[in-house]
């Protein structure tokens, strides 16, 4: 639990492990020809990133793009629209999301070479949009059954779709994460007309993870299968933050304060980040070790953003403008901006090191960029 000496290192950082020792970036990653924004949307491990160039007033209009390893970007198709997002990809190169035709929204996946795949659905199934990928190549999502409800479904490597349904009596569900082998999906669903965390297990029927809970929510997964959310177990009770193991069993996060706590990423190794009212009136960025205690990242008073993590517990996010890492040994490093830009903002990290976010440049836009901590 919070102890006393969890409140000494709330105030000055002081956790264990090793710092980087030097920083490269941000690179400008670029947009399309035409473009002037961009964002990047997901990294695996090799460095590969999926994300956005986008061009036009709000809104936008979109463009999938993908860049390899040393930032070369390259559009991905679109067949039958002219615009789309890509969401995931995976640790073979092969990502997902969907494309925006003249009618509706199409999922598709993109191979390791980009080359672009329109999901099947079944008759009457539309506006269907992919949110992730396994490296198995399952992809999850959204779509509108011909009844008009929205529900998860799962469309496997071999053209199988899968609508994934509702809890008993209910007409809406989403899938937003999977594991890396495929086999544990999550997503929310609607109870009693409180948003519910939910998961599908082996292509069996939908389970909520917090049945005991008024309302609950645990859409970051890892590559394991272990979950990471929040939930309430009463209308006016505090938030419990909160981990599921691959079995579903829940093991409650530290959490001392009554007042409101945000889940945003789950490391490989299960470090858990997000953001809360730790010491009001300020939020904190907030990091829960192995063990399931937290501390708030230092932050000077200032208030900052913690968004994701690596297998150390080297946490990812935004400090005054900037983006920003905290390292395990307590060390808090500013990432830098582009030249003329005043701002970035960092939300992506990979266990070897590449942090990915958006940067603004001497036009006021905002580019996607990544930096490598060496």
Do not use: C
Not at 57 to 78: C, E, F, Y
């Amino acid at each position: 639990m919070f102890t006393l000496v969890a409140a000494l290192a709330v105030v000055t950082g002081a956790v264990t492990g090793t710092a980087r020792a030097t920083t490269a970036g941000p690179v400008d990653l670029g947009t399309l020809p035409g473009d002037d924004e961009s964002t990047v949307l997901a990294v695996n491990e090799a460095g590969e990133m999926v994300g956005l160039s986008l061009v036009g007033p709000t809104p936008k209009r979109s463009h999938p793009v993908r860049w390899d390893a040393n930032g070369q970007i390259m559009a991905l198709p679109t067949p039958g629209g002219t615009e789309g997002q890509v969401r995931d990809i995976n640790g073979f190169g092969v990502s997902a999301g969907y494309v925006l035709t003249a009618a509706t929204a199409v999922p598709a996946r993109w191979d390791a070479a980009g080359q672009a795949t329109l999901l099947q659905l079944p008759p009457g199934y539309h506006n269907a949009t992919a949110w992730a990928i396994s490296d198995t190549g399952v992809v999850v999502g959204g779509w509108l059954t011909p009844a008009g409800q929205y529900h998860g479904f799962r469309w496997d490597p071999d053209g199988t779709a899968t609508d994934l349904g509702t809890l008993p009596g209910e007409t809406w569900s989403m899938a937003d994460g999977i594991s890396g082998d495929g086999t544990i999906i999550v997503g929310s669903a609607v109870r009693s007309a409180a948003n519910q965390a939910a998961r599908w297990v082996n292509g069996g029927p939908i389970t909520e993870l917090a049945p005991q809970g008024v309302s609950s929510g645990a859409s970051r997964i890892n590559k394991g299968g272990v979950a990471a959310g929040a939930l309430r177990e009463t209308s006016s009770g505090p938030p419990i933050p909160a981990k599921w193991d691959r079995d579903g069993v829940i093991h409650p996060l530290d959490w001392p304060s009554p007042y409101s706590v945000w889940i945003y990423g789950i490391g490989s190794t299960g470090y858990v980040v997000g953001s809360g009212y730790l010491n009001p009136p300020r939020r904190s960025a907030l990091l829960w070790d192995l063990d399931g205690d937290v501390v708030a990242l230092p932050d000077d008073g200032l208030g900052a953003d913690a968004e994701a993590v690596d297998s150390q517990g080297t946490v990812a996010g935004t400090f005054r403008n900037q983006a920003t890492v905290w390292f395990r040994d307590g060390e808090r490093r500013q990432l830098g901006t582009l030249p003329g830009g005043t701002r970035s903002q960092g939300y992506r990290i990979t266990d070897n090191g590449r942090v990915v976010g958006t940067a603004s440049n001497a036009a006021g836009k905002s580019r996607a960029v990544y930096w490598t901590l060496g």
